[in-house]
C-alpha cells in the first residue's frame, strides 16, 4: 500500500512548529532550519507547503485570527445593535494572561507585516472586517434607539480599536502591564458615552 | 602623531547603522554583521561598543526615546496642570507622517522586548515614567481646580497612554492605518470628560 500522506495535517503540524517557536523566542527563533526541525520535516521540504517564511508566519497568524473570530461569533451569535458591540468590544480585550500567547503571535506578526506589503495587507483586510463589524453594531445599536452621539460610528470604532491595539501590545510585553479592571472600565466609560440612558 | 579614536561618535555611528537597517528591513535586517557593514566596522568590532545585538537596538531605541522626551520637555517647558497634560498628550501623537521611522524602530524594539528581560524592563521603566509625568500633571490640574473626574488618575494615564501605543503599532504598519484626524479628536473627547466646565 502507498504511503498516504495527509497534506492538511502537514500544513497544521508545520503552523504548530511555528506557533510553538514564535512564542518562545519571537520571529527570529522562527527560521525555515528550525520550523523544518520542530516540525520533523527535511529542510526542502518546507517549501511543498509554504513558499517562504512570510508565508508561514501569514498562515500562523491566520490560524490564530480565524479561532478568534470563531470565539466572537460563538459569543455574539443571534445578538445584534448595542449588546453584539458590547459582547463584541469585551470578547476581544486581552486581559486574561492565557492570552498573551496570542499577543506574542500577533506582535511578530505585525514587527513583519511592517516590512511586508502582502503580510501589511492581510493586517489590513483582518482591520478593515473587524471595523465594519463594529460600525454595523453601532448602526444597528442606533437604529433600536439604544445608542446616541455626535460622534461618528467610524471615528467610535476607531478609538475601540485603537485601544485594544495598544492594550494586546503592552499584553505581549508582559501581562503586568496591562491592567484588565481598567480595560474593562475604558469599555465601560465607552458605552456610557453612547448610550441612551433609559 | 596616534591616531584618535572617538569612541562617542562610533557608538553613534553604530547606533546610525543599525537604525537605518532597522527602518529598512526590521529587525530581522539588523544582524550583526549587517550593522558592522554598514557602520564601515570589521565584523568583531562591534564588540568593543555594544556586547550583543540587544543591547544595540536597545542603544537606537534609547536615543529615539530621549529625542522624544526632549521634544515633550520643549513643548512643555514652564507649563504646568491641564495645559502641560493636553500638550504632552498631542506632542506625543503619531500623526505626521515623518513619524512612522520612530513608530517602526518602537515597533522592532517591542518584538524584541517581549522576548527579552532586560529590554523589557527597559521599556517598563519608560512606561512608568511616562504615565508618572501624565499622573503628575493630573494631580496639578485637580489642584488648580480644572480637572473633575471621579476617575483615578492612574486610569485616566492608563487609557491616554494605552490609545497612544495603539495608534504607533498601527502607524508603523501603514500610515493610512492611523487617522489623525480621528487621534486628535480622541484627545479632545478624554479632554472634555475631564475639564471643568467654565
Known amino acids: ?16 512548529a511555528t506557533w510553538e517557536l514564535l512564542v518562545r523566542g519571537g520571529i527570529e527563533a522562527a527560521t ?3 520550523i523544518a526541525a520542530q516540525a520533523g520535516f527535511a529542510n526542502g521540504a ?4 509554504f513558499p517562504g517564511k512570510d508565508d508561514i508566519i501569514k498562515g500562523a497568524y491566520e490560524r490564530s485570527l480565524h479561532r478568534l473570530g470563531d470565539h466572537v461569533a460563538a459569543a455574539t451569535e443571534g445578538m445584534r445593535g448595542l449588546a453584539a458591540l458590547e459582547v463584541a468590544l469585551r470578547a476581544t480585550l486581552p486581559t486574561a494572561a492565557a492570552d498573551q500567547t496570542a499577543s506574542r503571535i500577533l506582535l511578530s506578526f ?4 511592517a516590512f511586508s506589503p502582502e503580510l501589511r495587507d492581510g493586517y489590513g483586510d483582518h482591520l478593515a472586517s473587524w471595523r465594519a463589524g463594529l ?5 444597528e445599536a442606533r437604529e433600536d434607539g439604544d445608542v446616541d452621539s455626535p460622534v461618528s460610528n467610524e471615528q467610535l470604532v476607531d478609538e475601540a480599536v485603537t485601544l485594544n ?17 481598567y480595560l474593562a472600565s475604558h469599555v465601560d466609560a465607552f458605552l456610557d458615552r453612547i448610550r441612551v440612558a433609559r
Chains 1, 2 share one sequence.
Open 32 to 34: 525555515m532550519r528550525e
Open 110 to 113: 505585525w514587527e513583519r507585516a
Open 46 to 49: 518546507l517549501k511543498h507547503y
Open 1 to 16: 500500500m502507498p504511503k498516504i500522506i495527509d497534506h492538511d495535517q502537514r500544513r497544521e503540524d508545520i503552523l504548530d
Open 165 to 181: 491595539i495598544g492594550a494586546t501590545l503592552l499584553q505581549a510585553l508582559g501581562t503586568d502591564y496591562v491592567n484588565g479592571d
Open 135 to 139: 460600525v454595523q453594531y453601532l448602526e
